[in-house]
């Protein structure tokens, strides 16, 4: 059985497939809104949830099923319930743990739009949050209260590639009874299983890394069966759920994503070694490297570095925006995870909303700038950069 297998290739290219009456080798596309049942009395039992079977996609779909059991499979999570993108698989997962009046810790070395969701509109509805230091566990124990139910990390951050001990931080988020959600966009599962570390719920966007070709717009909350039963019950009635087709997309994107975070990891070793010995550049940050002040536990807990390195430009934001400009092959784009390389200035683009205080709190620089590394030939991406650097 292939869900046996412990090897991240095998699950990607084999778990969950569901196999129809015609033999289909490759996953099939369900795309049908509703199922029809063979009587009145099916119906009503479908719908009592007496017996098991798809109702409606917004609820279940076969083709987003066969995801959802492959991305668990990947992750080791016993349940994951997929979702329209990775915010609303953020807002599902909050939605679903957390009522008005609880606390949530959270790093402050988020995705932006993820301080938006937590600084601005949870907390018009009643959720309170407190950014901390990802890196700084006196602090992340200081910010807990008696009514904190979640600790919410990435790691490695977006853009920093910040690492935190994710055992460390669980075991501390259990001692005062919260959760440990682990947004794990920048590695999934090919490099790093949160879950196994003791992380409570995955949190992705399959937007990145997952879809691998920038297509698709999709997400997903892994974890515990229990767990994720108030989650499920919010995407099935608040109605986030995830599009048949991109589930598609995603089924093939996993096939092949062990072997693809591989080679981006590669080419992002490469190229961040490559960008320490050049002149224009203050700082590099990428865990793959010996300077990275987590190298070490970067190489305990992740497979290998990832695959998006970032750097400060000497000369802040106008030396930063013409080395973007100067480039001709790399796209200057926000999305991550594509195999095409892309190149995004965080200060005045992902990062833009978030107040210029908490900005540099976080260590986002006007200088910096982040590079996804994709799939082009080493020799072109490092060509290209140091057309950026002007020379
Ligand atoms: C892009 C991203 C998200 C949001 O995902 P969408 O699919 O764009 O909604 C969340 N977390 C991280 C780390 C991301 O990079």
New binding site residues.
Partial sequence: MAESSQYPETLGVRAGSLHTEFGENSEALFLTSSFQYKSAAQAAARFSGEEPGNVYSRFTNPTVTMFQDKLAALEGAERCVATA????A?LACVMGLCSAGDHVVASRSI?G??VQLFGNILQRWGLETTFVSLTDEAAWAAAVKPNTKLFFV?TPS?PLTEICDIAALAALAHKSGAQLVV?N??CTPALQQPLKLGADIVVH????FIDGQGRC???AVLGKKDTLEPVYGFLRTAGPALSAFNAWVFLKGLETLALRMEAHSRNALELAQWLEGQPGIERVYYPGLKSHPQHELAKRQQRTGGGIVSFDVKGGKEAAWAFMDAMQMISITAN?GDTKSTVTHPATTTHSRVTPEARAAAGIGDGLVRIAVGLEHIEDIKADLARGLGR
């Fill in positions: 993108s990775g915010m609303s953020i995705f739009t993820s990435e977006n947004d966009c920048f966007s399959a937007t990145k717009l999709g997400g991550l």
